[in-house]
Structure formats: C-alpha cells, structure tokens
C-alpha cells in the first residue's frame, strides 16, 4: 500500500468512475485501473464491484474510505499549520540574558521580532552569566547572550559585543571633574566591583598590579551591572559600566567618565549544541545582530 494508490482509490471514491477520477489525477483509466487493483492486493478485500458498468463502493470499501478520509484531513491540518508558522511565525523562542544586556540591546532585538513575526511568544529570562550558560547547554533556551568566563564546553559560541566600560561615578564625586579616570585616581576609592570571577574584574585588578598601584577599597561585590548602577547612583562608590549596561536608567544619577587604560568586556552569543536553528531562533540573532 503507497499514498498513490490511496490517492487513486479516494479520487474514485470522489468522482463516482474510473475515467472520472483518472482524468483528476491526470493519468490514464488503466492506471488507475491497476492501482486500485494493486492497493486490493496489499489489503486483502475488494474496495469496489462493478454493477452495471459502474464501480460501487464495497462495504468494506466505505469503512475504509472513512479513513482515508480523516488522513487527509489530518494532512490537511498539517500543511494548515504549516503555512500558519512559516507565514506569521506562531512558535516560541526562549532567550536568557546577563543582565547588562537585559535593558539595551534586548529590548530592541525584541521590538524588531515582533515586528516580524507578531504571533511569536518570546521568553525573556535575565541571569547571571553562568546560569544561562547551564540553561543553553541543556537546551532550556534557544539563546544565550553571556559573559566571556562561561565553561565553553559543550555550546556553540560567538563573540557579540565588546563594550568599553566606563568609570561610573556618583555626581559631585571628587573625581566627576576629571576628563579621563586612570588607576592612581582610583586608589583607596570606595568601589562597587563585579565578583572575583568575573573576567571584568580580574582585568581591572591586572591593570592595577602592572601600574603598580594599591586597588580602590572595595565595598560591595555583586554579579549585576544594575546592582552597580543603583549602588553608584546611591553615591555608595564608583564602579564599572558599559554604555548599553545603563541604558533605560536615568543617567542624570551617575557621570561617566572613560577609564584608562581601556578595559572591554566581551559577551558571547551562545546556543544548544547540534542543534539545527528554527526559522524564528535565525531571525532573532539577526534582530540581535542588528540592534548592537
């Protein structure tokens, strides 16, 4: 049994004769003749008997006709469906960001799926760098958007962005008249840092140790660039932060003020290993892409 044979046997099912259902089909009446004969063979009871010169369906033949039907209608769904996804992308995407990416570049990519793809359900999960590389390696999110630090092991990657960070300072700070913030202003500063492993923090200690200059008294360590804005902005200390980190915030609370020599963080664009990407899962990393 093959779907051509079924196709014969429905289109005769339809059109009431043999010459009917083969000009349907766009073949000859023996060969549609010959499927319905075959597809009796593989199936071991007549589909039709001739009265009258007409082909009548066998009641076997109707039961099994019910079917046919239903499969089609099935396939019927799945081109439906089909056509639903492709033409106005109904699916989800999942994505998790650190958080200094969370209020820029995100939202923009976001705004311009939806753009394309209205019908999308988009899930947004903000992380620390080394959650979302765990939840990306075990295929919970189509999308990672991490620091450079993350094992690499067993995700695909690529270099996102390499931001400058900045020295933020609390306004009126002694330090917010400067043009350009260097180590020996720093020194014995209070100082909102990123945790020891963050990759930012250990070279902005590295800078230090090759200047040769004490490091700035740090009194909070947090994961969060965030954290740093709000505790900076709280005129706890100076900190770190890139431009898109403090996008959305109200920048009237901080000044900024480049820091040298130039510290650059790196976030990676990460994704499931071996896994094939979906038509929606392509057009986000080109909103992201472009939304930088």
């Not at 979302?132 to 189509?142: E, F, I, L």
Request: hydrophobic share 45%.
């Amino acid at each position: 049994m093959n779907m051509r044979q079924i196709e014969a046997f429905a289109a005769v099912m339809k059109a009431g004769t043999v010459s009917r259902a083969a000009e349907i089909l766009g073949v000859s009446q023996p060969a549609v003749s010959r499927l319905i004969a075959d597809l009796e063979a593989s199936l071991g009871f007549g589909l039709f008997s001739r009265v009258r010169s007409r082909v009548v369906p066998t009641p076997e033949g109707r039961i099994f006709y019910e079917d046919v039907e239903a499969s089609f209608r099935g396939m019927d769904r799945l081109r439906s469906t089909a056509a639903r996804i492709r033409d106005s992308g109904a699916g989800e995407i999942r994505i998790a960001s650190l958080s200094s990416l969370s209020g820029s570049i995100v939202p923009k990519a976001i705004v311009k799926f939806r753009n394309r793809w209205p019908d999308a359900t988009v899930t947004l999960m903000v992380q620390s760098s080394r959650d979302v590389r765990d939840g990306v390696a075990s295929g919970a999110y189509d999308i990672g958007l991490a620091a450079d630090e993350i094992d690499l092991t067993g995700i695909e990657h690529q270099i996102f962005v390499q931001p400058r960070e900045l020295c933020a300072l609390p306004p009126g700070h002694p330090l917010a008249e400067r043009e350009v913030i260097r180590p020996h202003d720093l020194s014995g500063v209070d100082f909102i840092a990123y945790v020891p492993e963050d990759r930012v923090r250990r070279r902005f200690e590295m800078i230090f140790a090759e200047a040769g200059v004490p490091m700035p008294r740090i009194v909070v360590e947090t994961l969060y660039a965030s954290t740093v804005y709000a505790l900076v902005a709280d005129g706890i200390g100076a900190g770190l932060l890139t431009s898109y980190a403090i996008t959305g915030f109200d920048q009237s609370r901080v000044v900024l003020r480049p820091f040298e020599p130039a510290v650059n963080s790196r976030t990676l664009l990460i994704r499931p290993p071996e896994r094939p990407k979906s038509q929606l899962v392509r057009d986000f990393i080109d909103c992201l892409m472009e939304s930088r």
